[in-house]
């Protein structure tokens, strides 16, 4: 929400339009935002404990020109926080919890905002659009582990299991671990899944999957199936076993040092299932 001034008259502007307000409504609604804007710049300085050479520094809010002469923007404030705290997880990845505590703050806020709302003396309006917009942080930060993942894949080609004609490599365990890891965030709800009631089909999840991995869709079918087989414990032989083992033991690397004791659980249970069998034979 931003209130400009034409011609001496104060509009408040929306998506669809705009509405006109007085002098005193204007000098209110600022008198309100200078007390949250305050009280955010408090917050800054408590963030998580969190270790991380990038800050957010509370000089940044005036050089982003949240405040310009008469307007008032605060939508660049939690643009601003939303790309501090994913440099914030990008060197924090490796430390558990770290996408919690981070959520823990937004909560925190969202709380002493609650507070503030209680007061009849204070600007709803303000302070609503500030919780929706704490809220609107915490879904991003749901959003990072998936997408830092994507980025670091994509980044690494050599290992995308495509050479380079675009086509599958020889060795097919490369897609397949890629897969097989998607379908482990999905079974622990960290990864969209098909939905009916939503309206999601199988087939938008294989061509998102064929998308982040940038593969071709026949491509990704095979291997999703090739992954459940692993996953659901099917279609086992003696010359699936060794390469099942060595896909699991690839992941496990991968996911020891997250905090996701679900996942960490089911494939160390996989594992022992499978090893048993070969020993068995």
Sequence with gaps: MEIIRKHNRYFLQFESGELELSEQQVQKRLERGDTVLDQ???????????????????????????????SYNSAKYFDYVMSEFEHIYKANKEIPD?????KRFCRNSIS?????????????????FYILSWNRVINHLDTLPLKVYSEETNAHPADDGLGANGQEKSDPQSLTRQV???QLMQADGLFPINDALEGVTQQDIERLIAGILG???NVTHDA???????LLKRNITPESLKERILILEHIETYFEELPY???????????????DKQAAL
């Design 40 to 70: 955010l710049r408090t917050l800054e300085k408590n963030l998580p404990e969190i270790e991380s050479n990038v800050s957010m520094e509370p000089g940044r809010i005036a050089n982003d020109d949240i405040f310009l002469g008469q």
């Design 98 to 102: 770290t996408i919690e505590k981070l």
């Design 112 to 128: 002493k905002l609650e507070n503030d709302r209680k007061s009849p003396k204070t600007d709803h309006v303000i302070i609503d």
């Design 180 to 182: 097989l890891i998607l």
């Design 215 to 217: 593969v071709q869709g």
């Design 224 to 230: 999703l199936h090739k992954a459940s087989d692993i």
């Design 261 to 275: 004791p679900n996942i960490i659980s089911r494939i160390k249970l996989l594992l022992k299932l499978y090893r």
